[in-house]
């Protein structure tokens, strides 16, 4: 049992992780669901020599050192993997998500027109937000091809690590990993305004410096796109802003108001009658309405401009669930247990 056997495994069964514990078989994510592959359960030796044959020595020095490793894998006859080691009581384990090796459009995977529109944009902020494992990553990969096959300009993206791998067409794509190419999001987004970029996307917001750095960008002239991991648009809003101190906050409410261009949400459901996710999601787009509100902090109006704007390509993540559930995509009790407000979906 290697780790080529394993991956090869893994996606004859169309999963989306693999994972090495020690003490159990080698288990893989099918539509959500964790399934144990045949074998034995492996044990600490097992796992460590099936995990160093994807590693160099000096991602061995750094795990050691540092106790967790992240970096994407090419094994050229299988595709891209990106992988989270760490240790466990003493054990050294692995997760692998397994990317695709094909781009699927924005429609193929189920996303709203208004997503199509936001890549197009010249210059702002776009957020990509929902739990992890929902699909953020491929949906921000799905606009970076959009842009990559409709517009002339250069794209600088800024991952850890990078999963998805864009050949340049239309576009320049500079892709840059962190730890490997640059020692952080915020350093790297800092040096990227200096490469004249047109699109910057960020794997994800995780400090204030990034947020205020990919705030100012997008202020700039720059479309910006990155993710969140936060569950509605609102919350997601609330985030951003909370992560200021309260002296900055009104400030930072200002640039968010202006350079905001939409918010997407999103949740992958088991379908009802066959294998598979479907995608939920919310839309907010930033109408002059939405503005204001972000201006005069009343988030908690947000819902209501989006409930009432689906003219402008706003739905709320209940509607859009409700709607999945009338057309028979998913099961009443998905449907209940992912709503935001169970006792209205009841009433409707």
Known sequence: MNVKYLMRKAMERD?????????????????????????????????????AEVLNDGQVARLQQERELEFSYNEPALGRFRAS???ERGFVEASFRIVPLTMRSPEDLGLPGIVRDLAMRPSGLVLIAGPTGQGKTTTMNAMIDLINTERRVRVITIEDPIEFVHPHRYSIVIQREVESDTLSF??????????????????????????ATALTAAETGHLVISTLHTQSAALTIDRIIDVFPAHAQQQIRMQLANTLQ?????????????????LAFEVLVATPAVRSLIREAKIQQLPNVIS????????LMDRCIRSLYEQGFISYDTALSNCADPDTFKRL
């Not at 305004?193 to 917001?205: A, H, I, S, T």
């Not at 009432?308 to 739905?315: L, N, V």
Request: charged content about 25%; some cysteine.
């Open 15 to 51: 999963a989306s992780d693999l994972h090495l514990v020690a003490g159990i078989p080698p288990s893989i994510r099918v539509d959500g669901e964790i399934e144990f592959l045949e074998g034995e359960a492996l044990t600490g030796e097992d796992t460590w020599r099936i995990i």
């Open 308 to 315: 009432t704007s689906r003219e402008d390509g706003m739905i």
């Open 262 to 278: 939409g918010i997407i949400c999103q949740k992958l459901l088991p379908r009802v009658a066959e294998r598979g996710r479907v």
């Open 186 to 211: 915020h350093r790297a987004l800092v040096a990227s305004l200096r490469q004249d970029p047109n699109v910057l996307c960020v794997g994800e917001m995780r400090d204030l410096e990034t947020m």
């Open 85 to 87: 080691v760490y240790y």
